[in-house]
């Protein structure tokens, strides 16, 4: 997994280039999280997936998830060539992240909340950055995907 990265690194990867990030937990990877990770890699010169660590989808989403643990789930995001380089955190926000990583732009995917963004679009327009929303792609998500096949179970 040579695209995973350390908060030391980024300068290096990041001279002279567009860099864009996008978080998220990218628990059961679907369709909906390429498409979002294409097209926010077409932003700019390099994109970074800030991935949560399983305490932090516990805590954001509740027990029994991440379904995918943290290695397995960035693995697979580092098979993807659209991705360039993904980093874990710990953190329930992103927050800390971006203040420290000050990306140009930054990426939210379809199912975001609007009260749970307002933090980051605040924090990146401070320091002069892009935050970009895309629209929903389809009907797309995790957790439809987990309620789908309990719904098969049943």
């Known amino acids: 997994m040579g695209k995973?990265?350390?908060?030391?690194?980024?300068?290096?990867?990041?001279?002279?280039?567009?860099?864009?990030?996008?978080?998220?937990?990218?628990?059961?990877?679907?369709?909906?999280?390429?498409?979002?990770?294409?097209?926010?890699?077409?932003?700019?010169d390099c994109l970074l997936?800030?991935?949560?660590?399983?305490a932090s989808v516990q805590k954001n989403k509740g027990t029994g998830r991440p379904i995918i643990p943290l290695l397995e789930r960035m693995e697979m995001?580092?098979?993807?060539g659209c991705v360039d380089y993904v980093m874990p955190f710990d953190t329930t926000d992103v927050l800390e992240l971006l203040k420290l990583i000050?990306?140009?732009?930054?990426?939210?995917?379809?199912?975001?909340i609007q009260e749970r963004i307002a933090a980051e679009q605040a924090l990146v327009a401070s320091y002069g950055g892009q935050h970009i929303c895309l629209a929903q792609i389809g009907n797309f998500s995790t957790t439809n995907l987990?309620?789908?096949i309990r719904a098969t179970l049943s």
């Open 4 to 44: 995973v990265i350390t908060l030391e690194e980024i300068s290096s990867i990041r001279q002279n280039k567009i860099l864009v990030t996008t978080n998220g937990t990218f628990d059961i990877l679907h369709v909906g999280h390429l498409r979002i990770l294409q097209a926010a890699r077409n932003m700019g």
């Open 77 to 80: 995001l580092c098979g993807l």
């Open 102 to 112: 000050q990306p140009e732009i930054h990426v939210k995917g379809g199912t975001f």
């Open 49 to 54: 997936v800030l991935i949560n660590s399983d």
């Open 146 to 148: 987990i309620q789908k």
